[in-house]
């Protein structure tokens, strides 16, 4: 797809797809939540965030309260990560593993760092020990 019109992505069975519109991505973090953790099966997941109207989803997903708001939707068949939404929140966070091209939506900022692996360098990212304060 042409960066102009958005981007593509999806699970790794290909069963749920997604298309964002580049121009309405509003940043990104790198996670080091426990929960992000487990889920991706890494020291941190790294999201882009979307308004909810700029991402179209099709195919089913299975969600999950990982939070009191939060709601972690993934593919009922592979189990992959495809987004997380907030109750109350009019945004969706994306893993950017998930996207066809690789280099899209760095991110800007790091949170949850009090369970940062010791050996991780933020690379000048601002830094905060749990959520990013608004």
């Not at 699970?11 to 990104?28: I, N, P, Q």
């Not at 996207?99 to 601002?126: N, T, V």
Request: hydrophobic letters at 35%; proline letters at 7%; one cysteine or more.
């Amino acid at each position: 797809m042409n960066s102009d019109q958005g981007h593509e992505g999806g699970c790794a069975c290909g069963r749920v797809c997604l298309l964002t519109r580049e121009w309405s991505a509003e940043g990104g973090n790198l996670c080091h939540c426990m929960t992000c953790r487990r889920i991706h099966g890494a020291p941190f997941g790294v999201y882009a965030i979307f308004p909810r109207d700029a991402v179209e989803v099709t195919g089913a997903t299975r969600a999950w309260a990982s939070s009191a708001m939060g709601r972690r939707h993934h593919c009922p068949h592979c189990v992959s990560p495809v987004y997380l939404a907030f109750d109350g929140l009019d945004e969706i966070e994306v893993p950017t593993g998930v996207f066809d091209e690789i280099g899209l939506y760095p991110p800007e900022y790091e949170i949850w760092c009090r369970s940062a692996e010791p050996w991780h360098d933020a690379q000048g990212r601002p830094r905060h020990a749990e959520a990013r304060a608004e």
